[in-house]
């Protein structure tokens, strides 16, 4: 038998995806599921996008690409960045990945030495602790309060940080509560980071997904001094709905940079020239198509939030972006369904996905018990149904 490292024996598989799978496997049986579980755009990837990706394989971009991204790929990024963010970097301080969780996992491989500390604020994406014990660090949990709508306020993180710790992860508009930061907020976290020298990885994946009014700010633009501590991790995934194709970026400071690209040679050389050839096209391209599905995503959140609200004992705090509710449900935790008692949020997801038919995530694996994550990226029709069904089967439950 062979025996697994320590490494292996921490991990633990995605609650996410495994709420989708068993939500598959019900629906291959037969039974009509509504699924609330997944972050996963319902829209088709653009069609000058996927046109672009076509002619990519047509012009015979299907062999090995450079591991830190096609040149015109990282230009169109540095381009984006500049036009869109105020930030200039070269082309060396830009590197593209197989999606922005590899940026993420690579970025901690290159700056965590075994020990080291990484704040994660909770509510976190599941990924986030997990990563950084595969980089051997201790990943920090910092609570945040939903008064706040869960940011992290400056003088918490001032007051999280050791001499141990190496970098705090931020993640804005966040998965799973949808909150994001204003420029001056986010400023004033900068301010904290680059008084103590320590890096920020600034998960900014969701950034087209901001419904404020407000324009969505990075922290390495919004403080200045910040930038040079600062890796800005985003991809085309969730604004262009293109999940699968996997394609994210990191960029900031140089020796970080080109690390990142000689692990990712390491791990996979790069992504296919074909899905470059396409996400340079999502990014120099029309972004009419992103403005429509944001709208949509808009609606669809305060469709969701008026449903929950009918809902008697269910409280939910009004998102600022992304495509996650985080409603709390502890009036059904200790309830019980045919003499079972249900202990957690995840025993509850569990019940709502048996008895309504509806998939859910319990909060526990996002730092948030208590809690439930629903994704709303799916239609106005099924939110509906979905969350009809989940007020029947909670009303159940004595």
């Known amino acids: 038998m062979i025996k697994l490292s320590q490494r292996a024996q921490q991990m633990k598989p995605s609650a996410t995806l ?13 039974v009509d599921v509504i699924s609330f579980a997944v972050g996963e755009p319902d829209f088709d990837t653009p069609l000058h996008i996927r046109e672009a990706g076509k002619k990519g394989i047509d012009e015979g971009l299907t062999r090995y690409t450079p591991s830190n991204g096609i040149p015109e790929l990282r230009i169109a990024v540095r381009e984006k960045l500049k036009r869109e ?3 200039s ?12 969780k590899q940026a993420i996992y690579n970025a901690l491989q290159v700056i965590v030495d ?26 920090v949990i910092l609570a945040t ?50 008084d103590r020298k320590i890096a920020v990885i600034s998960d900014e994946v969701y950034e087209k997904l901001l419904y404020t ?14 930038k040079e501590y600062t890796i800005v ?54 972004q009419d198509e992103v403005e429509r599905m944001r709208q949509e ?17 269910m409280r939910c705090h009004v998102p600022d972006g992304a495509f996650y509710l985080l409603p709390g449900v502890e009036a059904w935790i200790g309830k019980s369904w045919n003499g079972n008692r249900i202990p957690d949020a995840d025993t509850l997801a569990e019940y709502l996905l048996e008895e309504a038919h509806v998939a859910t995530v319990g909060g526990d694996p996002f730092g948030a018990p208590g809690f439930l994550r629903l994704s709303y990226a799916t239609s106005r029709q099924k939110i509906e149904e979905g969350v009809a069904r989940l007020s029947k089967a909670l009303s159940r439950l004595a």
């Open 233 to 286: 991790v985003n991809g085309v995934s969730k604004s262009y709905a293109m999940t699968g194709w996997r394609m994210g970026y990191a960029a900031g400071p140089r020796d970080v940079i080109s690390k990142i690209a000689e692990i990712t040679g390491q791990q996979n050389t790069g992504i296919p020239g074909f899905v470059q050839k396409a996400c340079v096209e999502a990014i120099r391209g029309p």
């Open 18 to 30: 495994g709420m989708a799978a068993k939500a598959k496997k019900l629906k291959a049986e037969g």
């Open 145 to 194: 309060s939903e008064a706040d709508s869960f940011r992290v306020k400056p003088d918490k993180l001032a007051g999280a940080i050791t001499p141990r710790t190496r970098a705090v992860i931020l993640n804005y508009p966040s998965n799973p509560t949808g909150s994001s930061y204003s420029a001056e907020e986010i400023r004033q976290l900068g301010e904290v980071i680059a």
């Open 89 to 100: 970097y070269s082309d060396e301080e830009i590197v593209v990945t197989c999606g922005a």
């Open 114 to 139: 075994p020990g080291d500390e990484v704040i994660v604020p909770a509510p976190y994406w599941v990924s986030y602790p997990d990563q950084v014990l595969l980089a051997a660090g201790r990943p």
């Open 85 to 87: 963010n105020n930030l």
């Open 213 to 226: 009014g407000e324009r969505h700010t990075s922290i390495a633009e919004a403080c200045p001094r910040c």
């Open 297 to 313: 995503f808009k609606a669809r959140r305060d469709l969701m939030l008026e449903a929950l609200a009918s809902i008697r004992g």
